[in-house]
Structures are given as structure tokens and as C-alpha cells.
């Protein structure tokens, strides 16, 4: 794995910055993706050292040129971890059109541009890691997360697809859906919706964005590579399925 590429989209906060720190310790070269917040990517930067890139994974073109970007400051792409995701949450009954669409694209459809970005060269160089970050709510649903879980649900599905196309070229597609985990975007949550969920999470706690980084880099791994198609849970008990 020395000297490999690794992109991790979302990549200066929360899950994705542990992710990039995580796989920089490991010995791959990374490079992290952000959207719209420029101090909190320049702090990563003057933090890690880690190459920060902004674009929306929503604009399949922009993601184009962005993977540009990263492979002619680093090298192709070895490992792509899609971690960029957002939440508009509501009952469904008070939904409008804009909050499905808005996290379908950014979580679903920025899945896809960002795959469909790097799968043709991962194909040409026999080799590639695609790691897309799902979700326990993905998996167990959750009310006011209709558009949410279905846009990780949805991950589920193409990861596996993926990994059936990827497999005879060493390319390997995997899916981690972490529970409940202390980032900013559970940070939001209500305290008292908060203290419900911790009532319904075995291990009592929320899960650290380090745990995840450690399933990344496990199966972002040259070693990892019988490993295809499966969705990993790390979620403290919260969901056994």
C-alpha cells in the first residue's frame, strides 16, 4: 500500500478527516474533499499537511475536474472513500421536493459521480478500493429520514452492483454504515433526541470517527482485497441485521 492514492470526499471534518488521517498514518498519499466550509479545510491543512480540494459531489462535471485535480498533484486514484453526505430532515407528511432532492444528490448521486469519475482508470491499472460510507439508518430506517435512509439504503445497492463489476480487475466495492457517531452532524441533534438514541445503543455511547477510520483502513488495504460487497456495521449494537 506504500505510496498509494487515496481521495476521501467530506474529508476535513468528522468521520472523513479521522478517514484521512487514518489512511495518511497508514502510508498512502491523501488528498481530502471538501464543499463549502474554507476555514474548517484550511485549519485540516495547516493541521495534517493533508492536500485539500473543494467541489460538490452533486455536479457530476465538477467531480470530473476535481479528480483531475487530485491525480495531477498525486497520482491516480488508488482508493476512493465516499464520505460527503448531508441531511434535510422531516416527517415525510412535511417534506417538501427540494429536501429529497438535495440529499439524494449529495448522498446518493455524489456516490455515483464520484465512482463513475475514478472507475475507468482503477479498470485500466487492475486495482482499485472503493469504500462508500452508508449508514445504520440506511439499514434500519429511522422516522424524519425518509430521503436520508433512502439515500444510504441506496449506497447499499450499488455498492454491491459495484463490486460484482469491479471483482475479475482486483477492484473491490465495500460499504461501512456506522451507528451513531460524535461528529458535527450528530452534534445538531436534539439533547433529549439524543439521550433516546443512546437508550437504544448496547454499548452506551456514541461511536468515535477514529473506529470508523480503522474499518477504512482495513478495507482500503491491498490485503483487503477478497473482501467485496459487504456492508461492515460499526454502531455499537444499535443494529444487528
Known sequence: MAGRVALVTGGTSGIGA???????AAG???AANFGANEAAARAFLGRTGIPVFS?????GAACIAGV??????????DVLVNNAGITRDAMLHKMDAGQWKQVMDVNLGGCFNMCRAVI??????????????SSVNGLSGQAGQ????????????????LAL??????ITANVIAPGYIDTPMV????AAVMDDILKTVPAGRLGRPEEIARAVVFLAADEAGFITGITLSVNGGKYLG
Open 187 to 190: 452534534a445538531a441533534v436534539p
Open 120 to 133: 475507468e482508470g482503477m479498470r485500466a491499472r487492475r486495482f482499485g478500493r472503493v469504500i462508500n460510507i
Open 68 to 77: 483531475e485535480a487530485v491525480e495531477k498533484a498525486l497520482g491516480p486514484i
Open 55 to 59: 467541489w460538490d459531489v452533486a455536479d
Open 18 to 24: 479521522a478517514s484521512a488521517e487514518a489512511l495518511l
Open 28 to 30: 498512502y498519499r491523501v
Open 146 to 161: 425518509t430521503n436520508y435512509a433512502a439515500s444510504k439504503a441506496g449506497i447499499i445497492g450499488f455498492t454491491k452492483s
Open 165 to 170: 463489476e469491479g471483482a475479475s480487475r482486483n
